[in-house]
């Protein structure tokens, strides 16, 4: 079984910064990749941005310079730093975590967490 918590959602001015954390528990496999998506009210679930195991990053253009995800592969964490943050960035967050190990594909969810940007 794995859990995925997350913490650090709120409501924030235009400009302004906010900080997710996602904590994954259980039998993770050690090649994986974790990331943050986000989904807006009427609008399908988006990739934000992702974090390989072994460190290699990728990010939705709408995201490049402003956010930045990183992780700690020995507590099984994810964090996603976002600056200067738009209106355009509210949505709810989802933490991801993905791997293919012990002869399978492995895809879990955290709760979401709400981020509302505000004028």
């Known amino acids: 079984q794995v859990q995925l918590v997350e913490s650090g959602g709120g409501t924030v001015q235009v400009g302004g910064s906010l900080r997710l954390s996602c904590a994954a528990s259980g039998s993770i496999f050690r090649i994986n990749i974790m990331g943050w998506y986000r989904q807006a009210p009427g609008k399908q679930r988006e990739l934000v941005a992702t974090?390989?195991?072994?460190?290699?990053?990728r990010y939705t253009g709408s995201v490049k310079g402003r956010f930045t995800i990183s992780r700690d592969n020995a507590k099984n964490t994810v964090s996603l730093q976002m600056n200067s943050l738009k209106p355009e960035d509210t949505a709810v967050y989802y933490c991801n975590l993905n791997f293919t190990g012990w002869g399978r594909l492995s895809d879990y969810w955290g709760q979401g967490t709400q981020v509302t940007v505000v004028s």
């Open positions: 974090i390989t195991s072994g460190g290699s990053t």
